[in-house]
């Protein structure tokens, strides 16, 4: 079955750009099934959508981070990633990638085991 | 940005019930199915009921998931001390153009 596995950098510096690449194991990327998926935990808080992107392209991002949030997709290797930029202590957290089930759900299984990213000069 | 509103916490002595409410919107759970998240701190969230009132692969039958209109619950019966975590409602939202709202999170103690 689908294995994702998250991967960057775990200190960023404030202002700077955040980016994580979630590695897919398991099954194809451009399989056209699922919506490849970014998911975070801000430190103290809940769970929060950040967006995600189909094999075709298609995009939704969370209204709230749109104007600093980039998801693309690398057919090649199978990897699908995260660029957050101007980021502030505020966007410490854990990031999840997540595999979504479905055009208008909330379904996400299965997910990565998590990184925790860390913006701090 | 909206979110789906939550009690902060809740708790129940082993065997016991507790029930967990999800309150949103028209244009989330009033239009989309809602789902369960199960996550122990440490590890990745995992779902627990989808389309709001199946129970995900492996999940025991002490969990069950109920929707009405706006807002849906989760209950979870015969409470076991590893049932001790924080849970997630969720659901899309057809506004704008699309996208994923979680609910504020509710932390379940096994007194």
């Known amino acids: 079955q689908v294995q994702l596995q998250e991967s960057g950098p775990g200190l960023v510096k404030p202002s700077q750009t955040l980016s994580l690449t979630c590695t897919v194991s398991?099954?194809?990327?451009?399989?056209?099934?699922?919506?490849w998926t970014w998911i975070r935990q801000p430190a103290g808080k809940g769970l929060e959508w950040i967006g995600r992107?189909?094999?075709?392209?298609?995009?939704n991002y969370n209204p709230s981070l749109k104007n600093r949030v980039i998801i693309s997709l690398d057919m090649s290797k199978n990897e699908f990633s995260l660029k957050l930029n101007s980021v502030t202590a505020a966007d410490t957290g854990v990031y999840y990638c997540?595999?979504?089930?479905?055009?208008?759900?909330?379904?996400?299984?299965?997910w990565g085991q998590g990184t925790l990213v860390t913006v701090s000069s | 940005q909206s979110v789906l509103t939550q009690p902060p916490s809740a708790s129940g002595t082993p065997g016991q019930r507790v029930t967990i409410y999800c309150s949103g919107s028209?244009?989330?759970?009033?239009?989309?199915?809602v789902y369960w998240y199960q996550h122990i701190p440490g590890m990745a969230p995992k779902v627990v009921i989808h389309?709001?009132?199946q129970r995900a692969s492996g999940v025991p039958d002490r969990f069950s998931g109920s929707k009405s209109v706006t807002s849906a619950s989760l209950a979870i019966s015969g409470l076991r001390p590893e049932d001790e975590a924080d849970y997630y409602c969720?659901?899309?939202?057809?506004?704008?153009?699309?996208?994923?709202?979680f609910g504020t999170g509710t932390k379940v103690t096994v007194l």
């Open positions: 997540a595999t979504g089930r479905g055009a208008l759900t909330a379904w996400f299984d299965p």
């Open positions: 398991g099954g194809s990327i451009d399989s056209g099934i699922y919506y």
């Open positions: 389309r709001n009132n």
């Open positions: 969720a659901a899309w939202d057809g506004s704008l153009s699309g996208f994923c709202v």
């Open positions: 028209s244009s989330d759970i009033g239009s989309n199915h």
């Open positions: 992107i189909y094999a075709s392209g298609g995009i």
